[in-house]
């Protein structure tokens, strides 16, 4: 099974693959904006349990504690629990009039960083928490109404006032995070921190190994003959394990071709992989095909680990949302060419990821990685094209692309000189 253009080392250039992290279950199950604060509510309420029998087992008179008798028990706990139960609709309220002012004013697509916030997620988690607590240690207080002995767990009930005080704590922590996420460079530099980081796990060093092989092509050979794997559910790739899929195929004595790119949308039941195997083996049944689709993972949602475009694609919907004739506000677009320009400063200076991944002399998988070329048009195209008729954009894409080439590799700088002079013909005097 031979490429077009052969590997230099028999060892292959599984090295040269993407150092991306990927998408464990352990993620899965922490992503959804409500797993964490319903855990912090799960252990209240357990706690708000066990406690009081804790308190049965120590002294009457504990120092230090809560001295009142069970109506001040009561009416304590009760404060609290009205209280927190209000508080927490005011949050939730304050955070969904943050995501609409967030998805109007910039774009849709950064609510997923909105709700991944664990600012926003524990403040919602011990308000709740203290409400349930409360309410949960009230049922235990004894004494003073209906039968029985006298009971007032003190600990329990000064853990409640504990709890209230982490309230207060965390809403003015919730209240800075909020004023500080919605100004526009918090949001753009949020953003290029992760694109960065993705870009740099993504793109290989110009010396790694491999890495020059990235323009190959591969034709089938004479013999092999296609199996193709449909997708299962519609969405978008996002994760890739090429080392995976390598071995994969090493194991089946086959070529295994990803169709589509990551953040490229599959509808459901079409080509998503391709296998080749020689004419005369026998075809692959579904259980063996299974693994296949786990590796190559599709999600309703695109996500930062192995799609360093989507990082560039928010940004580049904030400038555009910002150079819209009902916006008009062309400053905003050069801060987030200013975070772009960072972004690609880093890419151009990265070899392009090897479309064909050889082991033992063997090419085992053909994929469709992102390319420097399409990182740098998706980030300069809609900015330029919809700021040519504003003073600053074109300046200031000019102005990136001069720098670029200074440390672009050889390679890369085609592409740059092409949107160089684009971008100074639209330069006014």
């Known amino acids: 099974m031979s490429p077009t253009a052969q590997p230099d080392a028999d060892t292959g250039n599984v090295g040269a693959l993407p150092r991306t992290r990927s998408i464990s279950r352990w993620d899965r199950v922490w992503r959804p904006f409500w797993v964490l604060p319903m855990v912090i509510v799960v252990a209240a309420t ?25 109506s001040g028990a009561r009416d304590m706990l009760g404060t609290i629990a009205g209280a927190m139960i209000s508080v927490t609709g005011l949050v939730f309220s304050i955070t969904m009039v943050v995501m609409q002012l967030a998805s109007s004013q910039y774009s849709p697509r ?32 004894e004494g003073e109404s209906g039968e029985g002995g006298m009971f007032v767990p003190q600990v329990s009930v000064t853990l409640g006032f504990v709890l209230v005080l982490a309230s207060v704590g965390m809403f003015l922590a919730f209240i800075h995070h909020i004023t500080d996420s919605i100004q526009v460079s918090s949001i753009v530099s949020h953003l290029g921190d992760d694109t960065v980081d993705v870009v740099d796990r993504y793109l290989p060093e110009p010396d790694a190994p491999g890495a020059r092989l990235g323009t190959d ?7 092999l003959t296609p199996q193709t794997v449909p997708a299962q559910e519609h969405g978008a790739i996002v994760e890739v394990d090429h080392r995976e899929l390598v071995a994969w195929a090493a194991e089946h004595d086959a070529v295994v071709e990803v169709l589509l790119q990551v953040g490229a949308f599959v509808p459901q039941g079409a080509p998503a ?74 890419t151009v200076t990265r070899a392009e990821l090897p479309a064909l991944v050889t082991s033992e002399g063997e090419v085992r998988l053909v994929h469709l990685p992102q390319r420097v070329e399409q990182l740098v048009d998706l980030a300069l195209a809609e900015p330029l094209h919809y700021g040519k008729d504003t003073l600053q954009i ?27 002079e684009e971008a100074q013909g639209l330069v006014t005097d």
């Open 46 to 70: 357990v706690a708000g349990i066990f406690m009081p029998e804790l308190d049965r087992t120590l002294d009457d008179e504990l120092p230090f504690f809560f001295p009142g008798g069970p």
């Open 110 to 141: 950064v609510l997923g960083d909105f709700l991944s916030s664990r600012v926003t997620q524990v403040t919602l988690g011990i308000f709740a928490a203290s409400f349930t607590y409360a309410l949960t240690v009230l049922r235990s207080v």
């Open 217 to 223: 092509t591969w034709v089938p050979e004479e013999g």
């Open 273 to 346: 992989i391709r296998v080749w195997r020689a004419a005369g083996a026998p075809e692959l049944d579904a259980s063996e095909l299974e693994p296949l689709r786990r590796l190559v993972v599709v999600e309703k949602d695109r996500f930062f680990n192995q799609d360093p475009a989507f990082g560039v694609r928010k940004l580049v919907d904030i400038a555009e949302r910002a150079l819209s004739p009902g916006i008009n506000d062309p400053t905003t677009g050069v801060q987030v060419l200013d975070e772009l320009h960072r972004i690609l400063r880093l």
């Open 394 to 420: 074109p300046r200031r894409v000019a102005a990136m692309v001069e720098d670029l080439l200074t440390v672009a590799l050889p390679e890369h700088r085609t592409a740059l000189q092409s949107w160089l």
